[in-house]
Each structure stands twice: as C-alpha cells, then as structure tokens.
C-alpha cells in the first residue's frame, strides 16, 4: 500500500490548515494511501544542533526525539504533505525547527539518501488574502525549498488567505494525492 506522512503545523484545534489538511487526507485515502499523521507541535522536537554526525555517517539525525519516528515513517512513505500557518510573516517557528532537521537527509557526498520521488505538498494559511504580501511567497518556496532539495517531487503548494474561497480551496487540497 502507498503510504503518505502528514505534519501538521498549527497548534489550534479550529485550524485552517488541518481542515484542508483533512480534505488532502480523504483524496489520498480514495486513492488508496495509507496515511499517517504527525503534529510538529506536539511533538518533542529539538533543533538541530550541528553536530554533523549526520553529513559524517550518513546516518539520520542521532537526536533521540520524536523525529526517530517520523524519519523512519520518511525513508518508507510515497508522499508527504506539510501543513504550516504563517507567524510573523514566515512558516510558524516550530514547523522551521522541524524543517531543520531534514539536513541529515543530504550524505557526505551530496547525494540525497530518501528514494527520488516522493510526492510533497505543502499548505500555508495566513490572515492576509492570499497575493496581498509577495515576500510571504518567497518564505514559503523557501520552506518547500528544503524538501524539493532533497529528491521530492513537489505536487502543489495550497496559499488559504483571508478572504480565500474556501469551498475551491478544499477541492485542491482534496486532488493533491487523489490521482
Ligand atoms: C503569532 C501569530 C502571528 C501571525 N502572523 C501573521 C502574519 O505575519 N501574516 C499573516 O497574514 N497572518 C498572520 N497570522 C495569522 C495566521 O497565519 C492565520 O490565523 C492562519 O489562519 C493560522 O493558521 P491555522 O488556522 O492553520 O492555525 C498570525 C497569527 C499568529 C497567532
């Protein structure tokens, strides 16, 4: 069965972002993945701490947190979809320590050590219509920078503003893993 990860990023239960997140999860389960679910906020997650164990070794982050999970989960899934709102007009602090961590995915060589790929998707919520802030575009390819750069294949990228029509928001999420 083809599995996706989600991580969710916001910490409120009336969340956008986890709504629409909900919608990506009911595509990709009628297409027949299995699914499962991380929250970075929950989640004991430390930041990188730049020992470089990671780039020596070619071994994933030595950090005992609940990423040990979630990288295990990674190097086996078909796809990952990361959910962020925008705190202070970037990716909220706790979805970048998240982000952080995936520097151990790159070996000493430069090569990347997840299988080419995987499908990635992102969905960024913020109180500003949606074109209203340029630069929160620029922090947002940033964020889906990270994850492109190493082997993924991203599938699309969902911006829910203020103002945003919903309804067609929730269909775009609900087609991004449902072929
Ligand atoms: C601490 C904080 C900072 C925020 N900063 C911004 C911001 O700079 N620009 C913006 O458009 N919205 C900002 N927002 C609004 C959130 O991005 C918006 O409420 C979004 O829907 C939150 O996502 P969620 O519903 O998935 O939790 C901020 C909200 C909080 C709590």
């Known amino acids: 069965m083809k599995k996706l990860v989600v991580v969710l990023g916001s910490p409120r239960p009336a969340s956008v972002s986890t709504m629409l997140a909900e919608e990506a999860i009911k595509g990709a389960k009628a297409a027949g993945y299995d699914v499962v679910v991380y929250n970075a906020w929950e989640m004991n997650i430390k930041g990188c701490q730049g020992c470089g164990a990671c780039r020596a070794n070619g071994i994933d982050c030595v950090i005992d947190d609940d990423m040990k999970a979630y990288f295990k989960d990674l190097h086996s899934c078909d796809a990952l979809l990361v959910t962020a709102p925008n705190y202070y007009s970037t990716v909220a602090g706790h979805v970048i320590t998240y982000m952080n961590r995936h520097y151990c995915l790159t070996n000493p060589d430069r090569s990347q050590r997840l299988p080419e790929g995987i499908k990635f998707a992102a969905i960024f919520t913020q ?53």
């Open 127 to 179: 109180g500003a219509p949606e074109n209203a802030v340029p630069a929160y575009k620029a922090n947002y390819d940033w964020f889906t920078g990270t994850f492109t750069s190493k082997g993924m294949e991203c599938v699309g990228t969902i911006v829910a503003g203020g103002g945003s029509d919903m309804e067609a928001k929730k269909k775009e999420a609900y087609a991004l893993f449902a072929s």
